[in-house]
DNA sequence: TATTGTGTTATTTTT
DNA sequence: TAACACAATA
């Protein structure tokens, strides 16, 4: 264990006022870089220090990647493992409090958690049952604005007459009382659910309050510019008794407005928390002075801001670049450019360049110029693993062997593998089981012998229910892996895949099967579904050297050598449905995200913007973003493309940069025709991961001009097909 | 009930 | 463009 000073010796003056900030509210300004997590690790391992027991601490996090990586990070500066410290997720760490306490709020405390795609299919059954038309009142708007009411921290009963005209002319508060209703009836809570029945509880039963807010002595908080009112509420409420809490955030890096965070809550945290200190890290540790004051200046622009200035010893760096091209495939193709110079004359990694974009549509554009060129990348976010379809339907099933009410489980595979229980056949065994409050098991049994249940799905049902309790009895007796390889072989649902056998379903296949070898990891089938649920990023660990393309909102907290920023345009960034909606608060958070963006660089940034752009199919003109010129002209390069009429880019790409490319592959078609490569042929069947089954019409060099039966027409490096 | 065709509509995303 | 939901058809 190390002492206090070995603690606090590696810090500079203001983290280690913070770390060692001794008892109160204190508020961590923490700017892009400036060590926030490193001060916030240091904190715990300090109070650990200053015998502190770990058990008294709750430290909290918005993501399971950020709770991980603190838990790693303290287990190393104390060396040894931290074990009893509270730290995870609000949701986690709620969901937590709620099993031991869940029969308070009318829950067991075996409730299921359900997720978004849940919920949806729950309020769409709701919206049918009111006959009110799904097309004029989305189901998905009527989850917005219940999860707004939820991350507010407002039950049904607290809504204002008013707040029902939320939704579909005044049935919103009604809706939303009878949706939590029939989550009570499904046990289950969604993630809103999770920090509002805290706030219930701690309500209705101060003597849990009392509890909890004399255990933990003290609270740390990351990010906390991304609480919202639940959360905020919920915290204040822990901290009531001794007001020991630490919040960590950059209200210039607050980009979650628009799920209910409030950068007023860091704005107002004086107020909120009489007596707090405010401690302000304004050193950065990771990018030059052009990029820094470049981002500053920009952020400067906001009104609603605490206000902190960065500052750095490395050298200037060089500015910003801000190009102008003439199209989107021109920006892509300038920017692979790019990239190999950096990658081969100057040495850096692939996987230290990153292309943030606004919005995850921006990404194909990249994908299809990296694919053509061979560049290895990797599209972070987009569908997580268990987000995938067979990876749900499979959860379903061991849901089903667990919860035997869980009928949103039961719809969602009641014919997964058709069976021949059709939408109708299901939806009337949902509402018997609701009304007669009946198990899945019992509802099906019942109507059977009632004879209600008719044609091919009467034998079907007959055969599942039989299986389910097979399962159910099977599930005490042998592994995890063992009960799901027998409900995969038993539904026949891998065999269907495989007779589908395109490139799909084998992908589906390999993922179940990655699926399998997971389960390992679970002593129970409890522990695996409630880490399902909570623990969505399954982030594979990926060691291969490769461009990172991602949303700008999924770089937050990372950092990269070279970051490219394309698609600087009016109406896309700054995006022009946020600025319809919000106007000018939501002008600010754009201007933030920009921030944010800028600030992911250490060395170079490069910023782009193209006058047309190719949009849901059709051409759109684009201004260049506002943001362009509210860059100050010291700290950027701007460089101008030639005017041209062209489309044909890479004629002229070079112009841009002034200088060539000679080091990288050359993108030049060269005109000597080859028949074969490797083991392809002209006219072979080819498989590629991405594009699927293809057949060769042209080779040329390592590129081959691929027919593709699925995505059309493609040039493609030899190395990512197969012989199909 | 399963398949095919048509129409609509396009942010950001963690839990 | 492309994905997805839903209606019309086999």
């Known amino acids: 264990m190390l002492s206090a000073q070995e603690i606090l010796s590696p810090l500079n003056d203001s983290q280690a006022k913070a770390v060692s900030y001794k008892e109160g509210p204190l508020l961590v300004l923490a700017g892009a870089g400036t060590g926030k997590t490193k001060t916030l690790t240091s904190r715990v391992a300090y109070l650990i220090s200053q015998n ?69 299919r729950l309020l769409k059954q709701l919206l049918k049952d009111h006959n009110i038309d799904e097309k004029r009142h989305p189901a998905k708007q009527l989850a917005y604005v219940i999860n707004g009411w939820k991350d507010k921290g407002l039950t049904p009963a607290m809504l204002q007459p008013s707040d029902a005209y939320d939704f579909a002319d005044g049935h919103g508060t009604q809706l939303y009382h009878e949706y939590q209703q029939r989550l009570l009836s499904l046990n289950a809570a969604d993630f809103g ?187 972070i976010g987009g569908l997580r693993f268990y987000e995938r379809k067979e990876i749900k339907d499979v959860i379903a099933f061991l849901r089903i062997v667990h919860q035997p009410y869980d009928l949103l489980a039961f719809e969602r595979i009641a014919n997964a593998p058709k069976r021949g229980v059709g939408p109708t056949t299901i939806q009337r065994i949902i509402h018997t089981s609701r009304a007669e409050n009946l198990n899945i098991i019992d509802t099906i049994h019942t109507m059977l012998s009632q004879g209600s249940l008719k044609g091919k799905a009467q034998p079907s049902l007959q055969t ?74 399954t982030q594979q660990s990926d060691n291969t050297d490769m461009i990172n393309i991602m949303t700008l909102h999924a770089a937050k907290g990372l950092e990269f050598d070279t970051v ?20 000018e608060k939501a002008l600010e958070e754009e201007r933030r995200l920009a921030y944010v963006g800028i600030t992911r660089a250490k060395r170079h940034a490069e910023i782009s913007f193209a006058s047309r752009r190719r949009m849901f199919g059709s051409y759109q003109y684009n201004l260049p973003s506002c943001f362009v010129e509210e860059l100050p002209e010291e700290h950027i390069a701007i460089n101008q493309a030639s005017p041209t009429n062209t489309t044909h880019a890479t004629k002229h790409y070079n112009d841009n940069h002034g200088h060539s490319f000679d080091q990288g592959p050359s993108i030049e078609a060269d005109f000597n025709q080859d028949h074969h490569y490797g083991g392809l042929n002209v006219g072979s069947r080819v498989f590629h991961l991405k594009f699927g089954y293809g057949k060769i019409l042209r080779i040329d060099g390592d590129k081959l001009d691929i027919a593709f039966e699925k995505s059309g027409r493609k040039t493609v490096i030899a190395s990512y097909v197969d012989a199909a």
């Not at 159910?472 to 042998?478: D, F, M, R």
């Not at 009960?483 to 379903?505: F, P, V």
């Not at 084998?506 to 993922?511: T, V």
Request: aromatic share 10%; glycine share 4%.
């Open 193 to 379: 659910d999770l920090l509002l029945y805290n706030l219930i509880l701690f309500k209705e039963y101060p003597a849990l309050l009392h509890d909890y807010s004399h255990k933990f002595r003290h609270i740390l908080v990351d990010e906390y510019q991304d609480t919202n009112v639940a959360q905020y509420l919920w915290l204040r409420l822990l901290a009531s008794a001794h007001h020991n809490i630490c919040c960590v955030g950059d209200d210039d890096q607050s980009i979650y407005g628009w799920r209910g965070a409030e950068v007023g809550h860091i704005l107002k945290f004086e107020q909120d928390f009489t007596g707090a200190s405010i401690i302000r890290l304004e050193r950065n540790y990771r990018s030059t002075t052009h990029i820094l004051n470049a981002a500053g200046a920009l952020i400067s622009h906001n009104k609603n801001r605490l206000g902190k200035t960065l500052w750095t010893e490395d050298n200037q760096g060089s500015p910003v670049q801000v190009n102008a091209f003439f199209d989107d495939i021109e920006e892509a193709n300038a920017i692979a450019d790019n990239i190999d110079k950096t990658h081969f004359s100057h040495s850096i990694d692939y996987s230290n360049i990153a292309i943030l974009v606004r919005a995850s549509y921006q990404t194909r554009t990249f994908e299809e110029c990296f694919i053509a060129r061979g560049l290895p990348y990797k599209v």
């Open 464 to 537: 599942f229910i039989q299986q389910l309790q097979e399962w159910q009895s099977l599930s005490s007796t042998v592994t995890l892996e063992e009960l799901c390889q027998r409900i995969m072989d038993d539904t026949g649902y891998i065999q269907a895949l495989k007779i589908q056998n395109n490139a799909e379903s084998q992908s589906r296949i390999e993922n179940i099967k990655e699926l399998f070898s997971s389960l390992n990891d679970f002593e129970t089938l409890e522990v695996f579904l409630d880490h399902v649920s909570l623990v969505m990023d």
């Open 564 to 583: 490219f920023l394309p698609g600087w345009e009016q109406g896309i960034f700054p995006n022009q449905r946020a600025l319809d909606d919000a106007g």
């Open 52 to 120: 502190i027991y770990p058990s008294q601490l709750l430290v909290v996090t918005f993501t399971n990647k950020a709770a991980g990586e603190m838990k790693h990070r303290v287990a190393a500066l104390l060396n040894q493992p931290v074990d009893g410290m509270w730290i995870g997720t609000f949701h986690s760490i709620a969901a937590r409090i709620l099993r031991k306490h869940a029969t308070n709020v009318g829950l067991r405390n075996d409730f299921t958690i359900i997720d978004s795609d849940d919920q949806l």
